[in-house]
């Protein structure tokens, strides 16, 4: 399942957001992780 989230423009979804950019890239990857865990478990 490829992902092209984790380039350059970042985004995640607003529940998940933090405006802090030190922390957009681990937003990003636990975002991804959690989605692809809901794919796992279906």
Not at 2 to 29: G, K, Q, R, W
Request: charged content about 20%; some cysteine.
């Amino acid at each position: 399942m490829p992902h092209s989230m984790p380039h350059i423009p970042l985004f995640v979804p607003e529940d998940v957001y933090d405006p802090d950019p030190a922390n957009a890239y681990t937003c990003v990857i636990e975002h991804i992780d959690a989605e692809v865990g809901r794919v796992v478990d279906v």
